[in-house]
Protein backbone atom coordinates (compact mmCIF):
# COMPACT_ATOMS: atom_id res chain seq x y z
CA UNK A 1 0.00 0.00 0.00
CA UNK A 2 2.50 2.68 0.58
CA UNK A 3 4.81 1.42 -2.24
CA UNK A 4 1.81 2.97 -4.09
CA UNK A 5 2.12 6.53 -2.48
CA UNK A 6 5.90 7.00 -4.23
CA UNK A 7 7.38 7.00 -7.05
CA UNK A 8 11.04 5.06 -6.49
CA UNK A 9 11.38 5.23 -10.72
CA UNK A 10 13.72 8.40 -10.09
CA UNK A 11 16.16 9.26 -7.89
CA UNK A 12 18.25 12.07 -6.50
CA UNK A 13 20.80 12.84 -4.45
CA UNK A 14 19.81 15.91 -3.78
CA UNK A 15 23.05 17.75 -4.53
CA UNK A 16 22.45 21.04 -5.86
CA UNK A 17 23.13 23.10 -9.02
CA UNK A 18 25.42 25.44 -7.31
CA UNK A 19 26.93 26.59 -3.89
CA UNK A 20 28.38 29.30 -2.35
CA UNK A 21 32.01 30.59 -1.94
CA UNK A 22 33.45 33.93 -0.91
CA UNK A 23 33.83 36.50 -3.62
CA UNK A 24 37.31 36.83 -3.24
CA UNK A 25 38.45 33.45 -3.68
CA UNK A 26 36.71 33.35 -7.30
CA UNK A 27 39.67 32.78 -9.91
CA UNK A 28 40.51 33.56 -13.06
CA UNK A 29 38.98 30.02 -15.80
CA UNK A 30 37.07 29.31 -12.29
CA UNK A 31 33.10 29.64 -12.57
CA UNK A 32 30.20 31.88 -11.24
CA UNK A 33 26.98 32.88 -11.17
CA UNK A 34 26.40 36.07 -12.86
CA UNK A 35 22.65 37.18 -13.41
CA UNK A 36 21.07 33.65 -12.97
CA UNK A 37 23.33 32.18 -15.93
CA UNK A 38 26.57 29.66 -15.18
CA UNK A 39 29.32 31.60 -16.23
CA UNK A 40 32.99 31.00 -16.74
CA UNK A 41 35.36 33.78 -15.31
CA UNK A 42 37.51 35.37 -17.64
CA UNK A 43 38.41 38.78 -15.98
CA UNK A 44 38.53 39.55 -13.04
CA UNK A 45 39.89 42.60 -10.48
CA UNK A 46 39.55 43.79 -7.03
CA UNK A 47 39.95 47.47 -5.72
CA UNK A 48 41.54 48.60 -2.63
CA UNK A 49 39.03 49.17 0.34
CA UNK A 50 38.38 52.77 0.58
CA UNK A 51 36.34 55.37 3.27
CA UNK A 52 33.56 53.45 1.88
CA UNK A 53 33.67 50.49 2.58
CA UNK A 54 34.75 46.89 1.72
CA UNK A 55 37.32 45.75 -0.65
CA UNK A 56 35.26 44.85 -4.71
CA UNK A 57 35.95 42.43 -6.56
CA UNK A 58 34.59 43.25 -10.18
CA UNK A 59 34.61 40.32 -12.71
CA UNK A 60 33.52 39.77 -15.77
CA UNK A 61 32.39 35.89 -17.20
CA UNK A 62 30.81 34.14 -20.45
CA UNK A 63 28.03 32.72 -20.61
CA UNK A 64 29.39 28.69 -20.87
CA UNK A 65 26.35 27.84 -23.00
CA UNK A 66 25.73 31.18 -25.27
CA UNK A 67 29.05 32.75 -24.85
CA UNK A 68 27.03 36.22 -23.63
CA UNK A 69 29.19 38.26 -21.74
CA UNK A 70 28.28 39.20 -17.93
CA UNK A 71 29.52 41.64 -15.53
CA UNK A 72 28.82 42.09 -11.80
CA UNK A 73 30.94 43.89 -8.91
CA UNK A 74 30.64 42.61 -4.99
CA UNK A 75 32.29 42.95 -1.75
CA UNK A 76 35.29 40.53 -1.41
CA UNK A 77 33.99 39.43 1.62
CA UNK A 78 30.43 38.54 0.48
CA UNK A 79 29.11 34.91 -0.64
CA UNK A 80 28.33 33.87 -4.66
CA UNK A 81 27.07 31.59 -6.11
CA UNK A 82 29.60 28.94 -8.18
CA UNK A 83 27.99 26.45 -10.75
CA UNK A 84 28.59 22.44 -10.40
CA UNK A 85 30.12 22.21 -13.95
CA UNK A 86 30.53 18.74 -15.32
CA UNK A 87 31.92 17.76 -18.44
CA UNK A 88 30.96 14.25 -20.17
CA UNK A 89 31.04 12.91 -23.24
CA UNK A 90 29.00 10.90 -25.48
CA UNK A 91 28.43 8.74 -28.52
CA UNK A 92 26.08 10.46 -31.02
CA UNK A 93 24.10 7.21 -32.40
CA UNK A 94 21.48 9.40 -34.23
CA UNK A 95 20.19 12.77 -34.84
CA UNK A 96 16.29 13.06 -35.12
CA UNK A 97 13.59 15.29 -37.29
CA UNK A 98 13.25 17.98 -34.99
CA UNK A 99 17.37 18.03 -34.95
CA UNK A 100 17.59 16.30 -30.63
CA UNK A 101 20.80 14.06 -30.31
CA UNK A 102 20.30 10.29 -29.77
CA UNK A 103 22.92 9.76 -27.71
CA UNK A 104 24.49 6.47 -25.84
CA UNK A 105 25.91 7.29 -22.37
CA UNK A 106 27.16 4.47 -20.44
CA UNK A 107 24.43 1.43 -22.07
CA UNK A 108 21.81 4.17 -21.76
CA UNK A 109 20.09 6.14 -24.27
CA UNK A 110 19.19 10.35 -23.46
CA UNK A 111 17.31 12.17 -25.88
CA UNK A 112 16.68 15.49 -25.05
CA UNK A 113 20.04 18.00 -26.38
CA UNK A 114 19.94 19.39 -28.89
CA UNK A 115 22.36 19.77 -31.54
CA UNK A 116 23.87 22.99 -31.42
CA UNK A 117 23.40 25.81 -34.01
CA UNK A 118 26.37 27.57 -35.99
CA UNK A 119 29.45 25.63 -37.39
CA UNK A 120 29.84 23.37 -34.11
CA UNK A 121 25.89 21.92 -35.07
CA UNK A 122 27.59 22.23 -39.08
CA UNK A 123 30.71 20.15 -37.65
CA UNK A 124 28.55 17.46 -35.70
CA UNK A 125 26.06 16.62 -38.65
CA UNK A 126 29.30 16.57 -40.84
CA UNK A 127 31.04 13.89 -38.86
CA UNK A 128 28.02 12.01 -38.44
CA UNK A 129 26.83 12.03 -42.21
CA UNK A 130 30.55 10.50 -42.82
CA UNK A 131 30.95 7.79 -40.17
CA UNK A 132 27.75 7.30 -38.62
CA UNK A 133 28.30 7.57 -35.49
CA UNK A 134 30.77 10.53 -33.28
CA UNK A 135 31.77 11.55 -30.27
CA UNK A 136 30.23 14.41 -28.61
CA UNK A 137 31.13 16.29 -25.37
CA UNK A 138 28.61 17.20 -23.32
CA UNK A 139 28.23 19.89 -20.62
CA UNK A 140 25.98 20.47 -17.71
CA UNK A 141 25.29 23.03 -15.36
CA UNK A 142 22.08 24.32 -13.49
CA UNK A 143 20.06 21.69 -14.89
CA UNK A 144 20.59 22.61 -18.79
CA UNK A 145 22.84 20.40 -20.83
CA UNK A 146 24.71 21.43 -24.54
CA UNK A 147 26.76 19.65 -26.52
CA UNK A 148 30.25 21.87 -26.86
CA UNK A 149 32.62 19.61 -28.81
CA UNK A 150 32.89 16.60 -31.58
CA UNK A 151 35.13 14.46 -32.97
CA UNK A 152 35.00 11.44 -34.71
CA UNK A 153 34.50 7.95 -32.98
CA UNK A 154 37.93 6.01 -32.53
CA UNK A 155 36.90 2.51 -34.93
CA UNK A 156 37.40 0.47 -31.74
CA UNK A 157 35.00 2.69 -29.45
CA UNK A 158 31.83 1.24 -30.58
CA UNK A 159 32.34 -2.28 -30.66
CA UNK A 160 33.80 -4.54 -27.80
Keep these: MESELFDYEHASSG ?50 FTGRKYTDCAPSSSNVHVPNV ?11 EDDFAHLLISGRTKDDIRVPDGSLGDDVRAIFDQDGEALVTILSACDEEAIVAVKACPPSYGSG
Design 15 to 64: AASFYPAQCSSLKKGGYVIIKKRPCKVVELSTSKPGKHGHAKVNYVGLDV
Design 86 to 96: KKGNAQLIGIG
